[in-house]
């Protein structure tokens, strides 16, 4: 059955860096797009990325553009996010999502890693 | 930015009744709007996208309707295990979703 298990999440100070990891299994990872979408404490869903089966697309959500970037690894089935200058609004659940093809619909979700940007 | 709104913020509902999530989009989606539910410190499921196609594993009493701008998610009788929270989310351009609805026990 399709797994996807996040790691790398943490306490980080603001202006830190941080380097989030999915790993996948149960499917074929590289005929997929993955997102990374999160969810604030007590709030929301948000979207945060998204990269094309091969990784040579890639979108980012406003609040995120220019500081986190998405990439893939399809021989270790595993998408990364590479945050930069975290800011204390980016504390939230981050969450991976397999794509049912490359349309932003998430078919499939793992549980979750925490991230709290706080000095 | 597509604004999407949903309505009621809780529907308070007894187990066996019907309930009706509403979702409207500031502006035209076509019909690329999808349901997630979600229960407390888990992720979400996907339920629904196209509007009305049921996903892998989804009980026939959940179903979508509607298009262009609004759009509604039906849970035909409430089980126990469906009281949750659900969010639509369109995906016609950058996708974003709506703020969620909380169904309740009555």
């Known amino acids: 059955q399709v797994q996807l298990v996040e790691s790398g999440g943490g306490v980080v100070q603001p202006g830190r860096s941080l380097r989030l990891s999915c790993a996948a299994s149960?499917?074929?990872?590289?005929?997929?797009?993955m997102n990374w979408v999160r969810q604030a404490p007590g709030k929301g869903l948000e979207w945060v990325s998204i990269?094309?089966?091969?990784?040579?697309?890639?979108y980012y959500g406003d609040s995120v553009k220019g500081r986190f970037t998405i990439s893939r690894d399809n021989s270790k089935n595993t998408v990364y996010l590479q945050m930069n200058s975290l800011r204390a609004e980016d504390t939230a659940v981050y969450y991976c999502?397999?794509?049912?093809?490359?349309?932003?619909?998430?078919?499939?979700w793992g549980q979750g890693t925490v991230v709290t940007v706080s000095s | 930015e597509i604004v999407m709104t949903q309505s009621p913020a809780t529907l308070s509902v007894s187990p066996g009744e019907r309930a009706t999530l509403s979702c409207r989009a500031s502006q035209s989606v076509s019909s690329n709007l999808a349901w997630y539910q979600q229960k407390p410190g888990q992720a979400p499921r996907l339920l629904i996208y196209?509007?009305?196609t049921r996903a892998t594993g989804i009980p026939a009493r959940f179903s979508g309707s509607g298009s262009g701008t609004e759009f509604s998610l039906t849970i035909s009788s409430l089980q126990s295990e469906d009281f949750a929270v659900y969010y639509c989310?369109?995906?016609?351009?950058?996708?974003?979703f709506g703020q969620g609805t909380k169904v309740e026990i009555k």
């Open positions: 989310q369109h995906y016609s351009n950058w996708p974003t």
């Open positions: 990269i094309s089966y091969d990784g040579s697309n890639k």
């Open positions: 196209g509007t009305s």
């Open positions: 999502a397999k794509d049912r093809g490359y349309s932003y619909v998430c078919d499939y």
């Open positions: 149960g499917f074929t990872f590289s005929k997929y797009g």
